[in-house]
């Protein structure tokens, strides 16, 4: 899997060719191509060491994201397990009020 994001922020970008690693193979099963506006495009028995130049108006299939099997819980609360009696207090000092700043 590689994105093509060549902007890298004010005046700076990277290459524009996207090289992927494969090997010993010979061949590629396929290759999928899903251009900004959602349309792909797949390749097929692309041969190796080669190189591709891609035309999005060639893509006439709509890709649609599959759906998630399963949902993974990345973060927990977990704040009655600790047994920690803290609640945070804010204070309101200001940084920029102090030494004749303001």
Known sequence: YLQ???????????????????????????????????????????????????????????WIPAAPSNRITVFKDITNETKLDFLHQENDFVDYNRDGLL
Do not use: Y
Request: no cysteine; proline share 3%.
């Open 4 to 62: 093509q994001m060549p902007n890298r922020g004010f005046q700076s970008s990277s290459d524009l060719n996207l090289v992927f690693g494969l090997g010993n193979a010979a061949d590629i099963d396929s290759v999928t191509v899903i251009w900004p506006d959602d349309t792909q495009q797949t390749l097929r028995q692309v041969k190796a060491d080669g190189e591709l130049k891609l035309n999005q108006m060639e893509a006439n299939l709509r």
